[in-house]
């Protein structure tokens, strides 16, 4: 079946250092990973996608890193700021009509 | 845009209980989704709709209908509510099966 974790289920960094989450899949079909950002209360919010013909994607102060050896998906977080407190989520998608999620990862940002 | 919209936000049911859980969206999304998200846990797909007309199960449709009369509304509907139907549940679209999923803010319903 489709397993998708994540390594840490929390992580507190100090604000303006660099941020790592990372997340384990088992599927090596999956062809589409997505991160996403929840904040409390609040539904998932799209931070940025990979797919499986690329092994870095940048975008504003996040970087996905796929490493499809060992099915390992990272985002990176530069110059991390409070308002990037929230649970991470990866996402994969194997093509099925479907993501699957990890549990999540609580990032805490401290000022 | 509005984006997803979802109401109610909060709602609390009585065992055997029914109610509909509303769904719409303003982005000509061909692609719904309904999810529920325990506490702690990931999102787990309860039904998908790939386009007007046309609707599938997902991961855990058990106790859930739905339906899709038009590409912009895609309602959950709840016929006889048990307390492990005690979740927050997303509603998501998006363009096609390839695309970003976008999601609504969320329903918590309590089933006590």
Redesign the interface.
């Known amino acids: 079946g489709e397993s998708?974790g994540l390594h840490l289920p929390t992580l507190s960094v100090q604000e303006g250092d660099n941020s790592i989450i990372n997340c384990a899949y088992s599927n090596s079909a999956s062809d589409?990973f997505?991160w996403?950002k929840q904040e409390s209360?609040?539904?998932?919010?799209?931070i940025i996608?990979i797919r499986s013909n690329m092994d870095k994607r940048q975008g504003q102060r996040v970087t996905v890193l796929l490493n499809k050896t060992v099915k390992h998906l990272s985002l990176q977080i530069a110059a991390t700021q409070p308002g990037d407190s929230a649970v991470y989520?990866c996402?994969e998608?194997t093509g099925a009509?479907?993501?699957?999620?990890?549990?999540?990862t609580r990032l805490t940002v401290i000022p | 845009n509005a984006g997803v919209t979802q109401t109610p936000k909060f709602r609390i049911l009585k065992i055997g209980q029914s109610m509909t859980l509303q769904c719409t969206q303003d982005m000509n999304h061909n692609y719904m989704y309904w999810y529920r998200q325990d506490p702690g846990m990931g999102l787990k797909l309860i039904y998908y709709s790939v386009g007007a007309g046309i609707t599938d199960k997902g991961e855990v449709p058990n106790g859930y209908n739905v339906s899709r009369s038009t590409t912009e509304d895609f309602p959950l509907r709840l016929e006889l509510a048990a307390p492990s139907q005690t979740s927050v549940y997303f509603c998501a679209s998006s363009l096609n099966s390839g695309n970003t999923i976008y999601f609504g803010e969320g329903s918590w319903l309590t089933v006590v």
């Open positions: 998708v589409y997505i996403y209360g609040k539904g998932p919010q799209f996608d989520f996402a998608r009509n479907n993501l699957f999620f990890g549990t999540g």
